[in-house]
């Protein structure tokens, strides 16, 4: 049984930080994209960041760049996004998610994911 265990989520102030862990469980993570997304209420589900499988190749939102950091422990089965510099607009109920993906534009779409996590509520106040 596939499971994406998303941690780490909390209640912090602007300009504090937080690391984000996904556990997966039930495939050959190794074989997997990572990627994190992220929803704020009364907002679409937006794409934050995502690793190729061999975590070579990373990507970003515009919002999220040179604060976030994604990465990956394939011996942990475990996929990472640290947030610095947080702000106030970071506010939202993130998701892990995992996919087969072969090209660099397919990782910034939800549609290319096949595999989601419950969510971790990440709240920064200001």
């Known amino acids: 049984q596939v499971q994406l265990v998303e941690s780490g989520g909390g209640l912090v102030q602007a300009g504090d930080s937080l690391r984000l862990s996904c556990a997966a469980?039930?495939?050959t993570f190794s074989s997997y994209a990572m990627g994190w997304f992220r929803q704020a209420p009364g907002k679409e589900r937006e794409f934050v960041a995502a690793i190729s499988r061999s975590g070579a190749n990373?990507?970003?939102s515009d919002s999220v760049k040179g604060r976030f950091t994604?990465?990956?422990?394939?011996?942990?089965?475990t996929a990472y996004l640290q947030m610095d510099s947080l702000k106030p607009e970071d506010t939202a109920v993130y998701y892990c998610a995992s996919g087969k993906i072969y090209f660099s534009s397919s990782y910034y779409s939800a549609r290319s994911y096949d595999y989601w996590g419950q969510g971790t509520q990440v709240t920064v106040s200001s």
Not at 72 to 77: F, L, N, P, Q
């Open 58 to 60: 990373t990507y970003y």
């Open 25 to 27: 469980s039930g495939f």
């Open 70 to 77: 994604i990465s990956r422990d394939s011996g942990k089965s």
